[in-house]
Every structure is written in C-alpha cells, then in structure tokens.
C-alpha cells in the first residue's frame, strides 16, 4: 500500500471531520476561547448556540483559517489546520496549503457577502472556475444544478441587489456548495433577515443536513437547531457549557447559564 492509500485509509477510519482540541484565542488582553473542545463527525449538523459574544464565530473563524490559534490544535479530515509538524516541530503551514484546506471549507456569513458586480450564476461559478480550474461549461452546469436546489435557477441571471435577502443567502449557500466542501460552516445565516425570509433559508439548510452534509451552525434560531441538529454544543464566555443531542439540551439543560441562555432566546 502506498502512504497516499495508507493516509486515505487514516482518514476514512477516523470518523471525526474537525477536532479541536484546546482551543485557546486572545484579541490583545481579551481572552475570548478558553481552551473549546469540541468534535464533529462526518455526516454530523452540530449547531453552536450561546450568548453574543460568546465566542461562537471565532471559533468558526479559526477552524476557516479567517484567524489564527493562539494555541490549542484543530484537525480537519485527519490534518491539522494553519500549522504542520514536521520532524517534531510545529511550522506555520504555506499559503498554498492554507488555501488548499479553506478551499474545502464552505462558509456562510450573516451578511451574505455576495459579489455585487456579478450576477447570482456569476458568484456561484467563480471559484470553481478560478481556484479549481473547471471549466467554465462544467462549472455553470454545476451552477445551475445548485441555484435549482436553492430554488432559484429562475434568478441565475440576477443581480445581488436585485435580491431579496432570503435570495441573496441561498444564493451565498450555492456559492459555498460549488466548491464541493467536506464541511460547511454556517454564521447565523438568517440573523440579517427580516422574518418572513428566515423560512426560506433554513429550509434549504434543512435539505442539506438531511443530505449528509457536515455542518457547523451558529443559529439562534432554536427551533432548527431542535429539528436539524444531531448535537447541540451551548457555549458562554469562551467555554463549552454543554452539549449533547438538542432534546437533552434544550428541554432538559443541566447547567443553569443554559437554562437562562434558553429561557431568554424562547
Ligand atoms: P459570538 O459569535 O458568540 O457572538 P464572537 O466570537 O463574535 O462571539 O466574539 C467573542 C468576543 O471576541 C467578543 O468580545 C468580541 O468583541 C471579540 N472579538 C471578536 N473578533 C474580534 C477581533 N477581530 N478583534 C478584537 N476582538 C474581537
């Protein structure tokens, strides 16, 4: 056996897709993770829950390389993130390899973050064809097969700001699905939503978990964390309080920052 096939078999054999372990993050003086643990399996939605501030986005920032550990490791697909060890000694990874890792990596914002010069098809196709080389045929059949899940190939052609919202996300999750991803992480997506577009989205978000789709999910919004969730992990204050499977955790929570945390979120 090859070491390729021998590291592909590693990485089959470990179910866990992003282990973190440690996870220790400073802004200047402001501790803002506290040493987070934290597993995710193939396959598995785990939606993040927890008060503002909390540090529930920089953990979600740190594991897309938006920024770097202060210490502690995080793993994705058996390898670890930003850093290498190469014989015995930690080296900051090169760009290219930090690239290659965010590259299979697709992330959600709450402000969709679309390219307002290209049209929704434009966005979705752009980095398939610039950092993956598809051609550009493939890459707008691809396309087309995304925006039709996200219900919206009858709005290919449109503009960002020819979109509603709700539009303008699904358009955003398109994007990120174009490049195929091993996960997708998701910064409470449907925040900058007015209501009525709230639906729409999730709806989508629904499909995808159901799908197998490995997903991270910062959300407030607690009634899909209930139904899409396999696991819910409620940080506070840069900890992780609890988790577990979403009825144990938002019926029966254990720790009493949880049951206020819920009480005022309900
Ligand atoms: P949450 O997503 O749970 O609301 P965040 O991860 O956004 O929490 O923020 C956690 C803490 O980190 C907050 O106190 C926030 O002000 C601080 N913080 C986040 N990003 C930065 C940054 N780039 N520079 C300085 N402080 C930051």
Known sequence: MSAAQEHGEQRHQDRHLVKAVNVIKHFGHNEVLKGVDLTVDRGEVVCLLGPSGSGKTTFLRLINQMETLTGGRIWVDGELIGIEERKGKL???????????????????????????????????????????????????????LLEMVGLADRARYYPSQLSGGQQQRVAIARALAMKPDLMLFDEPTSALDPELVGEVLTVMRELAAGGTTMIVVTHEMGFAREAADRVVFMDAGVVVEEGNPNEVLLNPRHERTKTFLRRVK
């Open 91 to 145: 080296h900051v990874r090169k760009d290219s390899d930090i690239a290659r890792q965010r590259s299979r990596i697709g992330m959600v914002f709450q402000r969709f973050n679309l390219f307002p010069h290209m049209t929704a098809l434009g966005n979705v196709v752009e980095a398939p064809t610039k950092v993956k080389k598809i051609s550009k045929a493939a890459a707008t059949a691809e396309a087309m097969a």
